[in-house]
């Protein structure tokens, strides 16, 4: 009898408008056809039940921006997903969405379809660092969004935050958070802007035209802690804070090497220690499903290394920090090191990066993994 899958990943690729800097797998609907991509979606999930057990504890809608599908479509995946799969163990059933996409008719039907977590991309709080972003929404657009999730009775909504943005001064993030925070959402994401490989921000930043600034990714990092964790917020992933009982089950488990399966175009998929990775073109996926294929087009099995590197740079992003087990006995000395420089706290057999040490997590990382 397989192992069976409890987390689901879905991937809705469609925009309605593309961010220069986002590198995930994702277009303007233009002319797919909805109908099909939908039926694609539930029909890949029934090609794999043929060899998994799948009972979800967790579903997972990201993109693109699941909440670009029409409410009919939005009905039809969610109705299809009940019918096909045992959610008698559900905990968890959370969309990505984007301000502008969400009304109170749409807001209302993923609340009585079981919603449990909505993800709203607000990024930032002003318009010059919106813009700069190459966001469509306005700053009052976004607190609409979020009051329409709020008044649907959505019962843990989170709002990503991007900061470390070129011209974005520590004034204007201090006053994101705090405003943020004035709107009480039950968890904050928070991600240090990078720039990705094939993004315009990457182009725009080797022509010398977006800056990177180590200083500023520190100060604002810090500063996030602090607001945030002030406001009640536990840190429980360098990137992640929640109130009591809003942390995200799903991301939990995908960071303790949960098996999950991804479905849609460019999703990837883990099981055990085999990974795969769905064909990131929509047509080409939907033509492949409706020819009885999986539309798979890479797959590896991974390494002990490559897990263990997986492992730890995971692990140690978490509160709960790593087991020492994870760290090779040739490396005490550099652990010792580590907790005498107060980068880390070593203790009850787990690892856990110290408040400065956050600040250097992945150096810190790669310090604890062998040759
Ligand atoms: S809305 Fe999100 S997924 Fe879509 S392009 Fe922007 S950052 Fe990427």
Redesign the pocket.
Known sequence: MPESVEHLYIHIPF?HR??PY?S?Y?HTPGNTDLVSFVQALLHELTLHQRHLSIKPKTIFFG???PTALSETHLNTLLSGLRELTDLSQLQELCLEA?PKTVNASKARLLHDHGVTRVSL?VQAWDEPTLKLLGRDHAPDEAEETYDVLRDAGIPSVNLDLMFSIPKQNLAVWKEGLEKTIALQPDHVSCYNLTYEEDTEFLAQHRQGKLDADGDRDADHFYTAIDLLTAAGYEHYEISNYAKPAHRSIHNQAYWRGANYLGLGPSAYSTYQKSRWKNIADTTDYIRLISEQRVPIVETEDLTEKQWLMERVALELRTAEGMSEKRVDASLSDTLKTLVEEKLIDHRDGQIRLTRTGKGLTDRIAEMLLPD
């Open positions: 925009c593309v961010c986002c995930f994702k993109g693109g921006t984007n991309g």
